[in-house]
């Protein structure tokens, strides 16, 4: 069975860091990609970021270039999504997403996580 | 640019059979996979049908998935209505310069 666990986060204040994670069971990371997807409350869903297969490559959407790096533990089986610089508008639940290959592209999304919410507030 | 245009809201009684449409502008529905997601009030997402017509495990065939491209949209048809269907349904799918494209989300009421 498939199970993706999400945990990390918690109150942050703006300009802070957090660091997610996603324990992953019931399949092999390797082959299959692996995204960050977002929502805020009462808003629609957002891609964040993606890893793919092979773990050497990443993705991430335009607002979160340079302050988010998603990565990798294979032996741990365990996701990562290192979050700085945060902002008042990054505050939503965060959803690990497994694919249905291990080439990113076109995001396809096959099994979700249950969340971990992230809240950015002084 | 392209984009996914969704029903803001659809209605039917326990044990009918319900659709909702997902209509693309600005590019083909059929180039890319479409795909259906569930979230239920307060939870977490789950995807209904990837791929156009593919069920996750788990997911009841009462869920079926389709591609119309003379009317360039999609559809996902839920039949045997059942009350924890009432629920938000977005549709997705992608193109060369998005790999993440949203429909606005249905919400069914299951009366």
């Known amino acids: 069975e498939v199970q993706l666990v999400e945990s990390g986060g918690g109150l942050v204040q703006p300009g802070g860091s957090l660091r997610l994670s996603c324990a992953a069971s019931?399949?092999?990371?390797?082959?299959?990609?692996i995204y960050w997807v977002r929502q805020a409350p009462g808003k629609g869903l957002e891609w964040v970021s993606g890893?793919?297969?092979?773990?050497?490559?990443?993705y991430y959407a335009d607002f979160v270039k340079g302050r988010f790096t998603m990565s990798r533990d294979t032996p741990k089986n365990t996701l990562y999504l290192q979050m700085s610089s945060l902002a008042v508008e990054d505050t939503a639940t965060y959803y690990c997403v497994k694919g249905v290959r291990p080439i990113f592209g076109g995001i396809i999304a096959q099994y979700w996580g249950q969340g971990t919410l992230v809240t950015v507030s002084s | 640019n392209f984009m996914l245009t969704q029903p803001h809201s659809v209605s039917e009684s326990p044990g009918k059979t319900v659709t909702i449409s997902c209509t693309a502008s600005g590019g083909s529905i059929s180039t890319n996979y479409v795909q259906w997601y569930q979230q239920r009030p307060g939870g977490a997402p789950t995807t209904v049908i990837y791929?156009?017509?593919?069920?996750p495990s788990g997911v009841p065939d009462r869920f079926a998935g389709s591609i119309d491209s003379s009317s360039n949209s999609a559809s996902l048809t839920i039949s045997g209505l059942k009350p924890e269907d009432e629920a938000d349904y977005y549709c997705?799918?992608?193109?060369?310069?998005?790999?993440?494209?949203f429909g606005g989300g249905t919400k069914l009421t299951v009366l």
């Open positions: 791929e156009d017509d593919q069920r």
């Open positions: 890893i793919n297969g092979s773990g050497k490559s990443t």
């Open positions: 997705q799918s992608y193109d060369d310069s998005e790999p993440w494209v």
């Open positions: 019931g399949f092999t990371l390797s082959n299959y990609v």
